[in-house]
């Protein structure tokens, strides 16, 4: 199946700075959700983003499918940021209609005030 | 309704005992997800049903786990004599159509097998 690989895995920022966190994919995907989990372990859907680039206020993402790899931006980032972020593309199996996610690792934020 | 739900948000079993963790996902999704979390981990797929026909169980550890969606909405995983290693967040999350629509989740039962 498809592998996936987040980077950084920690990353620790004070409060207003930015961010880049990068998605790797083994295979070619035809979409791809990211994720924050909240330190209650809540799943929020950040981005549905099959390519292109997308924005929703101060987060905003990429996806270069060609290249396999997405990326996800904060901007000025806030104490609530803080939390776990995943990238999850579907991976296909034998024809099937329907995509099980594949979940990286994730990438450990911590936002300090 | 308006979002995934499952409950019970915690539950404590002993080793050995029966479990049931129950999903009910949005109104009108056709594919309902079951992942499991461990700690420190992203979460992995267990099982995938389309209505109430259960598609894929690839992801299910063993025969002590089982699931069934027999309506075609509110999702049930069981897990029979569980053991310690059963311990993680059971994530069940919804989508629209059988198509990788947007997956929407569900906030978890955490299991802890003592």
């Known amino acids: 199946g498809i592998q996936v690989e987040q980077s950084p895995p920690d990353l620790i920022l004070q409060e207003g700075a930015n961010s880049t966190l990068r998605c790797n994919f083994s295979d070619s995907v035809n979409n791809l959700q990211w994720f924050h989990q909240n330190p209650w372990g809540q799943l929020i859907n950040l981005f549905y983003i099959p390519s292109g680039t997308k924005q929703n206020g101060r987060l905003s993402a990429t996806t270069v499918a060609t290249e396999r790899y997405s990326l996800l931006y904060i901007s000025s980032s806030q104490t609530t940021d803080s939390g776990v972020y995943f990238c999850?593309?579907?991976?296909?199996?034998?024809?099937?209609?329907?995509?099980?996610?594949?979940f990286g690792q994730g990438t450990i934020l911590t936002v300090h005030p | 309704g308006a979002g995934v739900s499952q409950s019970p948000r915690y539950k404590v079993a002993k080793r050995g005992q029966d479990v049931a963790l129950r999903c009910d996902p949005i109104?009108?999704?056709?594919?309902l997800f079951w992942y499991q979390q461990a700690l420190g981990q992203g979460p992995e797929f267990l099982t995938y049903f389309q209505n109430e026909a259960q598609l894929d169980k690839s992801g299910l550890p063993s025969d002590r786990f089982f699931a069934e969606r027999p309506e075609g909405s509110v999702s049930t995983l069981k897990i029979q004599r569980t053991q310690q290693e059963d311990s993680a967040v059971y994530l069940c999350?919804?989508?629209?159509?059988?198509?990788?629509?947007?997956?929407?989740f569900g906030a978890g039962t955490r299991l802890s097998v003592l």
């Open positions: 999850a593309p579907p991976t296909w199996a034998g024809g099937t209609s329907y995509g099980k996610l594949t």
């Open positions: 999350a919804s989508s629209f159509g059988p198509d990788p629509g947007i997956q929407y």
């Open positions: 109104s009108g999704h056709v594919s």
